[in-house]
């Protein structure tokens, strides 16, 4: 399945990223970025169940994106409508051309 690897990319994802911010108070005065959109696979990952067998509120998903996009813990997708928090990067040097993300889905 993931060796064909360009007719997987069938979703349109845009990528934002934190911009940590203090303001004058020294308040947070963070905010979400857009970073750009990409094409990418978008599969569930996991069937609703953590460590322990207790149910996850929230629904996890992998997402494969090509290499060379600037995407990290700090990162977040915006799929379908749904915020996707990245949990985890997975960079596997055996596949060059992709990296694979760890997400879960956010309430707005």
């Known amino acids: ?3 064909e690897f360009s007719g997987l990319l069938s979703h349109r994802v845009a990528i934002e990223g934190w911009v940590d911010a203090r303001d004058d108070a020294g308040a947070d005065a963070g905010h979400w970025q857009a970073s750009g959109n990409a ?3 978008v599969l569930p990952d996991g069937a609703g169940l953590a460590a322990g067998q207790a149910r996850r509120s929230h629904r996890r998903w992998r997402v494969i994106l090509r290499r060379g996009l600037v995407v990290g813990l700090t990162s977040r997708l915006i799929w379908q ?3 996707l928090a990245v949990l985890a990067v997975e960079d596997d040097p055996r596949v060059a051309d ?7 889905a956010r309430v707005v």
């Not at 992709?98 to 879960?104: A, G, M, P, S, T």
């Open 81 to 83: 409508g749904q915020l």
């Open 39 to 41: 094409w990418a696979a």
């Open 98 to 104: 992709r990296i694979v993300l760890r997400c879960e």
């Open 1 to 3: 399945m993931l060796n």
